[in-house]
């Protein structure tokens, strides 16, 4: 199915499809599901002691803090593959997943119901919704640009990567309106909408010379515009370098710490006209006030603790920024004693100044308190504020750390207020899972579980009580809304 085919799929097909039709894997570092793996002994013997003392949950087990009821939980659908990103408009859930994405009905939280599955290979399949489009990033070397395309070595001069967008006026049978391709592909993407068009930023790295669309250097961003009324026409319309200079680049002595070559995610915040962008070795803060034009106007790097640079999410008021540090690539056991609670953590930074001199200045971090065993991939993931009036706290993924919800509202002593944890998928290898994306809105948490599908949370607090007045008829969190 290319652009302009009805591409929702009967779910009594699907299954027999994706047999034909996997989605593939995509490089690491960042955001990498992984075939299980050995560990230890020592590692097994360890997890084991854990659950038998209580210090984790037992296998599968499902635990969460007395403020946090879970609703529901809908497992994958025909949709296999892995688990992404989320987003949401009206009573609808758009969640991606790496064979295409699926809508829920979530009108009643907690009897949340499919509406439809699209089967659309192509990881990561992150997922974002504006007015009647929906827009997929593809970040796997490709066939072709349909539907139906299959793997393809990145070294192939004709293989496809990039941005689909899909038509929901009817949600039960969304259509492929446009394909549109980009440099190294599309890992992430963000919206900067307005009332005629919609202008994304296409964040993707990790460039190699052998690759025909993909060479270095690899230095800024694919901005694609997106007519409303005719989608179809969808194009790139610049690349602006933001690492005129190359960026971070890397430290033999801190092997861990990821060299710039691209962005992983930015999270724009149009009321603002600001945008913070996560690009591997470096923090920045952008001005868009022409959302065309994009422009760097401060840069931080942290070489002693950040490994990569994933995702950014602004305080309400704008005046903060919170980074994370997906430390291993998101396929690691990194909340343990080991790693400590400096690593594979959060970030938080305060802006500065004005104008121009605007800058970054680091607080603290946050990494949430409870170890996870040695068989469980944990690193700090993609979350979302939870609008409290007069307060900065956040609900966040942490893979099989689970769904933490915490406070930021001062910078220099955020703390974790609630948790909704499983217990690992396995005692005895390293299966990837957990909660990819975990982001509130409208009175719920919502989470996409790698493995286990589709988490409706309720978070009960007083501090948050006042969020539940905040009704959003849309939300991309990587397009940050003024929840007031």
Same mark, same amino acid.
């Given at each position: 199915?290319?652009?302009?085919?009805?591409?929702?799929?009967?779910?009594?097909?699907?299954?027999?499809?994706?047999?034909?039709?996997?989605?593939?894997?995509?490089?690491?570092?960042?955001?990498?599901?992984?075939? =299980?793996?050995?560990?230890?002994?020592?590692?097994?013997?360890?997890?084991?002691?854990?659950?038998?003392?209580?210090?984790?949950?037992?296998?599968?087990?499902?635990?969460?803090?007395?403020?946090?009821?879970?609703?529901? *939980?809908?497992?994958?659908?025909?949709?296999?593959?892995?688990?992404?990103?989320?987003? $949401?408009?009206?009573?609808?859930?758009?969640?991606?997943?790496? @064979?295409?994405?699926?809508?829920?009905?979530?009108?009643?939280?907690?009897?949340?119901?499919?509406?439809?599955?699209?089967?659309?290979?192509? #990881?990561?399949?992150?997922?974002?919704?504006?007015?009647?489009?929906?827009?997929?990033?593809?970040?796997?070397?490709?066939?072709?640009?349909?539907?139906?395309?299959?793997?393809?070595?990145?070294?192939?001069?004709?293989?496809?990567?990039?941005?689909?967008?899909?038509?929901?006026? @009817?949600?039960?049978?969304?259509?492929?309106?446009?394909?549109?391709?980009?440099?190294?592909?599309?890992?992430?993407?963000? +919206?900067?909408?307005?009332?005629?068009?919609?202008?994304?930023?296409?964040?993707?790295?990790?460039?190699?010379?052998?690759?025909?669309?993909?060479?270095?250097?690899?230095?800024?961003?694919?901005?694609?515009?997106?007519?409303? &009324?005719?989608?179809?026409?969808?194009?790139?319309?610049?690349?602006?370098?933001? $690492?005129?200079?190359?960026? $971070?680049?890397?430290?033999?002595?801190?092997?861990?710490?990821?060299?710039?070559?691209?962005? /992983?995610?930015?999270? &724009?915040?149009?009321?603002?006209?600001?945008?913070?962008?996560?690009?591997?070795?470096?923090?920045? +803060?952008?001005?868009?006030?022409?959302?065309?034009?994009?422009?760097?106007?401060?840069?931080?790097?942290?070489?002693? *603790?950040?490994?990569?640079? /994933?995702?950014?999410?602004? #305080?309400?008021?704008?005046?903060?920024?919170?980074?994370?540090?997906?430390?291993?690539?998101?396929?690691?056991?990194?909340?343990?004693?080991?790693?400590?609670?400096?690593?594979?953590? @959060?970030?938080?930074?305060?802006?500065?100044?004005?104008?121009?001199?605007?800058?970054?200045?680091?607080?603290?971090?946050?990494?949430?308190?409870?170890?996870?065993?040695?068989?469980?991939?944990?690193?700090?993931?993609?979350? #979302?504020?939870? =609008?409290?009036?007069?307060?900065?706290?956040?609900?966040?993924?942490?893979?099989?750390?689970?769904?933490?919800?915490?406070?930021?509202? @001062?910078?220099?002593?955020?703390?974790?207020?609630?948790? $909704?944890?499983?217990?690992?998928? &396995?005692?005895?290898?390293?299966?990837?899972?957990? &909660?990819? #994306?975990?982001?509130?809105? *409208?009175?719920?948490?919502?989470? *996409?579980?790698?493995?286990?599908?589709?988490?409706?949370?309720? +978070?009960?607090?007083?501090?948050?009580?006042?969020?539940?007045?905040?009704?959003?008829?849309?939300?991309?969190?990587?397009?940050?809304?003024?929840?007031?």
């Amino acid at each position: 199915m290319r652009p302009g085919a009805v591409a929702a799929v009967v779910l009594g097909l699907l299954a027999a499809l994706l047999t034909a039709v996997p989605a593939a894997a995509i490089p690491d570092p960042g955001d990498s599901p992984r075939a =299980p793996r050995d560990v230890t002994e020592q590692d097994r013997a360890q997890t084991r002691e854990a659950i038998r003392k209580g210090d984790i949950p037992g296998q599968d087990e499902i635990v969460h803090s007395d403020n946090i009821t879970h609703l529901a *939980n809908l497992p994958k659908g025909a949709l296999k593959g892995t688990n992404s990103d989320l987003a $949401f408009q009206g009573k609808y859930a758009f969640a991606g997943n790496y @064979d295409g994405f699926t809508v829920y009905d979530i009108s009643r939280p907690a009897e949340p119901r499919i509406v439809s599955q699209v089967l659309c290979p192509g #990881s990561q399949n992150d997922v974002s919704v504006s007015g009647n489009l929906l827009f997929l990033s593809t970040d796997s070397s490709r066939s072709d640009d349909s539907c139906a395309s299959t793997t393809a070595p990145a070294t192939e001069k004709d293989s496809w990567e990039g941005m689909k967008v899909f038509d929901i006026s @009817d949600i039960r049978h969304p259509r492929y309106v446009a394909a549109v391709e980009t440099s190294c592909g599309s890992h992430t993407h963000t +919206l900067v909408p307005d009332r005629k068009n919609v202008y994304i930023y296409v964040s993707s790295y990790a460039p190699d010379a052998s690759f025909p669309d993909c060479r270095p250097p690899h230095d800024g961003i694919s901005i694609v515009k997106v007519p409303r &009324s005719q989608p179809g026409k969808a194009a790139v319309i610049d690349f602006p370098v933001l $690492f005129p200079d190359g960026g $971070f680049p890397g430290d033999p002595d801190k092997p861990r710490a990821v060299e710039t070559t691209g962005c /992983h995610d930015i999270t &724009s915040y149009p009321r603002l006209k600001l945008a913070a962008g996560a690009c591997m070795g470096d923090g920045i +803060l952008l001005d868009i006030r022409n959302p065309a034009k994009p422009r760097v106007i401060d840069r931080v790097e942290d070489t002693e *603790n950040f490994a990569f640079w /994933h995702s950014a999410t602004f #305080s309400q008021d704008g005046a903060k920024v919170v980074f994370t540090d997906e430390l291993g690539g998101g396929g690691a056991p990194t909340c343990n004693a080991e790693t400590g609670d400096q690593k594979g953590a @959060d970030g938080i930074y305060d802006i500065k100044g004005k104008g121009d001199k605007r800058k970054l200045v680091f607080r603290s971090y946050f990494k949430i308190p409870r170890h996870q065993a040695e068989t469980e991939n944990c690193v700090a993931h993609n979350g #979302s504020l939870i =609008p409290a009036k007069g307060r900065d706290i956040m609900v966040q993924a942490w893979y099989q750390g689970g769904v933490s919800v915490w406070d930021f509202t @001062d910078s220099d002593k955020p703390r974790e207020i609630a948790y $909704f944890e499983r217990g690992p998928l &396995s005692t005895t290898s390293l299966v990837t899972g957990g &909660s990819w #994306s975990a982001y509130y809105y *409208n009175g719920h948490i919502y989470s *996409n579980d790698m493995a286990k599908g589709f988490d409706v949370l309720r +978070l009960d607090d007083r501090r948050t009580d006042s969020a539940a007045k905040v009704r959003m008829r849309e939300l991309n969190v990587q397009t940050q809304p003024d929840y007031r």
